[in-house]
């Protein structure tokens, strides 16, 4: 929990949700967001930025989340949706989405990065947030979680692109499949390299 600060920014006294996004920059796959409004009577320990626990951590800890959050949420953004909107919109739809299911409502949120959705609460965006604010690491944790699972059920619906290992992530090997196997309907067909895939 080094330099980590729990609601240090006056509001903890407010319902505070933290969220966080997981999968802008894959070719395949849903970008997937998840809020979380932690129970200051139920701490966490060892809430971090997802990226920088081990698999197994981050799993404990996402059971651990879900049972004592006073509430938490999902939301995502199809590959449709991406293509139609660009990945940053559909983000912040899908974050949106993520915060209008929480119940309650949070009153504030702060939301990792450098922008923040339309919210019907107030809102700020905290550059690093999923590292330093330990509500916005919660949301980091539920979401990456969840998108790892989804792309290893995936892998099974699409065999031969490797996407439990890479998660849909632009890897050597998932390129590879892709000029070799084709492009699939999980796909972004918006983005570039399945694009020029698609134009050849």
């Known amino acids: 929990m080094s330099g980590q600060t729990c609601l240090d920014f006056g509001q903890a006294s407010r319902r505070v949700a933290g969220v966080d996004e997981v999968g802008r920059g894959p070719l395949a796959g849903p970008v997937v967001t998840a809020a979380v409004i932690l129970d200051p009577a139920r701490p966490i320990d060892g809430l971090a930025d997802s990226k920088a626990l081990t698999e197994r951590r981050r799993e404990a800890l996402f059971d651990e989340i879900r049972e004592k959050a006073l509430c938490w949420a999902l939301g995502r953004a ?63 944790i539920l979401a990456k979680v969840s998108r790892d699972r989804e792309m290893v059920t995936l892998d099974a619906q699409y065999p031969g692109y490797g996407l439990a290992g890479h998660k849909g992530y632009p890897t050597r090997a998932h390129m590879a499949a892709l000029a070799e196997l084709g492009v699939t309907p999980i796909h972004r067909k918006s983005f570039a390299p399945v694009r020029r895939l698609l134009e050849n």
């Open 78 to 140: 199809e590959v449709e949706e991406i293509d139609a909107l660009n990945i940053l919109q559909a983000t912040m739809l899908a974050m949106r989405r993520a915060v209008l299911a929480l119940d309650p409502a949070p009153q504030h949120a702060l939301i990792d990065g450098n922008r923040c959705p339309e919210l019907p609460c107030s809102a700020e965006a905290i550059i690093k947030g999923d590292g330093t604010v330990a509500v916005i690491s919660a949301a980091s």
